[in-house]
């Protein structure tokens, strides 16, 4: 038993440009994740003004918070595309960054709620430019005996920052305001909005300075793109790629459905925006401290396996949600959550990874963070809708898609590692 141990966690190569790629999305996470808990905070505010468009506060959350998952999606598959048609990744990059610390920056004037709607959808925008480019790189800078370690990797850093601002976002927000030195008072909102402004700026800088392209991308540019819904194999009767991107769409509307709810769910556990943050975090943590380990575990024995066991994991964690009546158990429910996901996420990347020809990366693998992000978006809209007939009903309906996603993968989709390891028996050295 020791011996897997030690196969699992120790060091393997990982290329420096993954690492600072890495490092930076961990930093864009953190100003980015901030704003997923300090929006709702704003827009229930009071500074906000304007036309709400006669909907309540939940829908008109979940609508700000869902556009920019809609836009960053639908723009993926062709700034993915487009990536592979140049055989560039980096500009694409750093495009991104640049229109996420400008949009971020421009919450400080935003008033009313056309603004936020109008500067939410620019920072979708700007994202579809960097995840699908961010992606391939890792991708291309990966081989098949180690794409899920480097992937995991990728992630658990991304992740950090993702999970790191729910924990602090609201806590910036409640101390506030502050005073700088130079006297200017600088109220929370403010605050947490040049928090998220620097971040940017700062992975904005971290690229320019230490990711470069592989010189593979530019020799392989121009591959064939197309992507297939059913399989051209007759093996199964949905392309193994389009399913998974499926999953993940169901996936992700599942763990999302928890943004939308932060007022119902702490008048229902009462409880503060800090506990709130806190579960929201939850989620993050569980994939902070399993991605790497889970992926580089797949790299061994396989990636359907741990990709069906989380499918079929995220089933009890997302019912438990709208049940639960402790702060407590929320925390828990949400961490188990995450324990689901991160079983899926790395293995979904690196099985496509497998599948994708040199050249393919940003097309092939835009479906899965494509329809991440779909899921994302649909999450916080459809649990604003949902929650009018009920606190359950959102997480009863995010059960329903876990259901469905767990089968469709156990029926769609086959193994792509040649040799696997076999699995460890608890007691065997």
Same mark, same amino acid.
């Given at each position: ?27 864009? *996470?953190? =100003? ?112 098949? =005996?180690?794409?899920? *370690? ?10 950090? =920052? ?13 101390? =506030? ?201 649909? *999450? ?50």
């Amino acid at each position: 038993m020791r011996g897997v141990v030690d196969q699992l966690v120790a060091p393997f190569a990982v290329d420096r440009r993954v690492l600072a790629l890495a490092g930076a999305r961990m930093a864009d *996470g953190i =100003g980015n994740s901030f704003l997923i808990i300090v929006i709702p905070l704003y827009v229930t505010s009071g500074i906000v003004s304007g036309s709400a468009f006669g909907l309540g506060d939940s829908l008109i959350i979940g609508l700000i918070l869902s556009l920019f998952g809609f836009l960053n999606s639908s723009f993926q598959p062709f700034t993915g595309r487009l990536s592979d048609r140049l055989g560039r990744r980096k500009p694409f990059i750093l495009i991104g960054l640049a229109g996420l610390a400008l949009t971020n920056a421009a919450y400080v004037f935003a008033e009313t709620y056309v603004s936020l709607l109008v500067i939410r959808g620019l920072q979708g925008v700007s994202v579809a430019f960097i995840i699908p480019s961010s992606v391939a790189l890792v991708n291309e800078l990966a081989t098949t =005996g180690d794409r899920g *370690g480097n992937m995991g990797v990728y992630n658990t850093f991304r992740l950090i =920052g993702f999970g790191a601002g729910p924990a602090v976002a609201g806590a910036v927000v409640n101390l =506030g305001p502050y005073t700088l030195p130079s006297g200017i008072l600088v109220n929370g909102f403010d605050a947490a909005f040049y928090i998220a402004t620097v971040a940017a700026t700062t992975s904005y800088a971290v690229v320019t300075v230490l990711v470069s392209d592989p010189e593979s991308t530019a020799a392989n540019a121009g591959a064939d793109l197309s992507i297939p819904i059913l399989d051209r194999s007759g093996t199964n009767l949905l392309d193994p790629i389009f399913t998974l991107g499926v999953a993940s769409f169901f996936m992700a509307t599942s763990i999302a459905l928890f943004a939308t709810l932060q007022p119902q769910v702490n008048a229902r556990l009462e409880q503060g925006a800090t506990w709130f943050g806190l579960q929201f975090a939850a989620f993050i943590i569980a994939q902070v401290a399993l991605q790497t380990p889970i992926g580089r575990a797949c790299d061994l024995y396989g990636r359907r396996p741990f990709i069906v066991a989380g499918m079929v994991f995220l089933v009890p964690t997302t019912l438990a949600q709208g049940f639960i009546m402790s702060s407590v158990l929320m925390f828990l429910a949400r961490l188990f959550q995450g324990i689901a996901a991160a079983m899926v996420f790395a293995p979904s990347l690196a099985l496509a990874g497998d599948l994708a020809g040199e050249g393919e990366s940003g097309s092939k693998l835009s479906i899965l963070t494509m329809a991440f992000g779909y899921g994302i978006a649909a *999450g916080p809209l459809s649990s604003g809708a949902l929650v009018r007939f009920d606190f359950e009903t959102p997480f009863v309906f995010g059960t329903a898609l876990a259901v469905l996603g767990a089968i469709l993968v156990y029926t769609q989709v086959e193994e792509t590692l040649e040799t696997t390891a076999s699995m460890p028996i608890v007691g065997s050295d």
